[in-house]
């Protein structure tokens, strides 16, 4: 590992400044490798390390943002969306009573992610930008399409954990866990750069598929820090519940992981729904035949069943992963079950 230059700002203004942001942390350029005199920025720093140990970043200076206060804190504001600040930490965000009285799907993904060690550490933010976790990406001797070579090697080559869905061109899965629920929550980001407007972007929109852009898997510009990550205020009747299947239900990447958010009448009547499948695309996925199955019929056995048959519809497996389709299925059926249960 190359040697370094360290920055730790205690205010965002001060990581702001110009000289500080100059290459968005964890972004690779056209030919898979950012400038050798790139400054990235860290906050748990979990993915960043992984990133130089493999030779996939090496960065001249590094920007800690771990002191920035302003990026702390779980907070309702005054039109009842809930603020969870860049920095709040995995454990945090499990452990909040705010998060699971309202958001229980989120802080269940949230608990449930890497081991109780790493989620003391690692950043909400930071997990929603972290890079894929596909060994051929990881490993150094194959120039896979995201470091800017022209051939996925998952597609002719070991891709039992890859993806089932929108894998045109790259057949990664969206390593971020939480990220499954905050899409079926339907939660924004809020962004900030040195002397431009707040940027607000949907997060189902920020994270990009493989036919929108092959080099990068979010958004984030260059110069930008991701401040917030923001929850609508939910409607009386609002469930939701998140269920994961590991392959040995360790602190590992899950195989498939489900969210789902259902606004509900009394006599369990769906009137909203929202199904997302994680570990199944590029980015997490929304089945929204499962969706639309759901809205106008009484949650049951019956209608979870058919929901989850239609969650499936459009999966293109690969030459080893077509076992995850009936794991997506059950859990799919099993997650809409749980989250129509009273509390």
């Known amino acids: 590992m190359k040697s370094f230059a360290w920055t730790s700002p205690s205010t965002l203004a001060q990581a702001l400044e110009p000289r500080s942001v100059t290459v968005a942390a964890g ?3 056209g030919d898979g490798r950012p400038p050798a005199t790139a400054t990235v920025l860290k906050a748990g720093g979990i993915d960043l390390l992984g990133l130089m140990k493999d030779g996939l970043l090496t960065p001249a200076r590094i920007v800690n943002l771990r002191m920035v206060a302003e990026l702390g804190g779980i907070a309702q504001r005054p039109d009842g969306t809930l603020a969870i600040g860049a920095n709040v930490t995995l454990a945090q965000l499990a452990e909040s009573g705010r998060v699971r009285a309202s958001y229980r799907a989120l802080a269940d993904a949230a608990g449930r992610s890497a081991s109780p060690q790493l989620r003391q550490v690692a950043t909400i933010g930071g997990n929603l930008l972290q890079r894929p976790r596909c060994w051929y990406f990881r490993s150094p001797h194959h120039h896979c399409p995201r470091k800017g070579g022209g051939t996925c090697f998952a597609f002719a080559g070991e ?32 962004l900030v750069r040195a002397g431009g407007t707040p940027r607000v972007v949907p997060l189902e929109s920020f994270l990009l598929l493989p036919e929108r852009d092959l080099h990068r898997e979010n958004d984030l510009r260059d110069g930008e820090i991701l401040t917030t990550v923001v929850l609508p205020p939910l409607d009386a009747g609002v469930r939701s519940a998140h269920l994961r299947l590991g392959e040995t239900e360790s602190f590992d990447w899950p195989l498939a992981d489900v969210a789902v958010v259902l606004e509900l009448d009394a006599d369990r009547t769906c009137r909203r729904a929202s199904v997302v499948l994680g570990a199944a695309a590029p980015v997490p996925y929304r089945a929204r035949g499962a969706e639309s199955a759901l809205v106008g019929a009484r949650v049951s056995d019956e209608s979870a069943r058919l929901a989850a048959r239609a969650a499936i519809i459009g999966a293109t497996p690969l030459s080893r992963n077509a076992y995850k389709v009936p794991i997506f299925e059950t859990l799919v059926r099993r997650t809409i079950l749980q989250a129509a249960r009273p509390t």
């Open 159 to 190: 891709n039992q954990h890859h993806a089932l869905f929108a894998h045109r061109g790259c057949a990664i899965v969206h390593p971020s866990t939480p990220a499954t629920a905050l899409v079926a929550f339907g939660a924004r980001l809020e």
């Open 27 to 29: 972004m690779l350029s």
